[in-house]
Every structure is written in C-alpha cells, then in structure tokens.
C-alpha cells in the first residue's frame, strides 16, 4: 500500500521560510517523477515543482527563485525548501507521483503565510 505524509506546514510570515517533508511508503522515490502541488481556499489544486528520478527539477513560474525540492532515495522521502514566503503561498500543500496519481494524494499539510 502506497502512503504519502506531509509534514513542515505552519505560520509564516512574509518573506519567511518553511521547509515541508513528504514521507513515502509503499513506492520508491529513486524511480519516479515526484512533486508537490498545492490548493489554496477556493482555487483548483495547482503543480507547484517536481523532481525527476535523475535530479532534473521544475517549478511553476509563481515559485521560481523561491521554491526548492530535493529528495532523499536513502531515506525515500522528498522536500519542499520555501523561501521569500508570500501570502499569496497560502494553501494546503501535498506530494505525489508528478503526473499525480489520484490514490496518492495525502492528507497535505497547511502553510499559512501572514503578518
């Protein structure tokens, strides 16, 4: 059984920094295309940045420069860096597969950027 946990979330203010964890069981990093990807209140969930099992990244354009994910194959885990947060990054924030998979989608984690 596949299973994702993130973790990291939390308030911020602007221009702060989170780093956010997702956990991954069940699947092994090294061998996937993996990503984050986030909904905030009343917005569609969006793509946010994936890494490739050969290291190569991409971002969306909004968290460019920003935003940094990294994986672990060691410890099958994958990262989100977020730095320079701003309001507009308020969402609940989740990993999976990238394209995502509708079974993998977890529980996210809340990131609440505000003064």
């Known amino acids: 059984q596949v299973q994702l946990v993130e973790s990291g979330g939390g308030l911020v203010q602007p221009g702060g920094s989170l780093k956010l964890s997702c956990a991954v069981s069940g699947l092994t990093v090294s061998t996937y295309m993996m990503g984050w990807f986030r909904q905030a209140p009343g917005k569609q969930r969006e793509f946010v940045a994936a890494t490739h099992w050969n290291t190569d990244t991409r971002y969306a354009d909004s968290v460019k420069g920003r935003f940094i994910i990294s994986r672990d194959n060691t410890k099958n885990m994958v990262y989100l860096q977020m730095n320079n947060l701003r309001p507009e990054d308020t969402a609940v924030y989740y990993c999976?597969?990238?394209?995502?998979?509708?079974?993998?989608w977890g529980q996210g984690t809340q990131v609440t950027v505000s003064s």
């Open positions: 999976n597969a990238d394209p995502p998979r509708s079974g993998l």
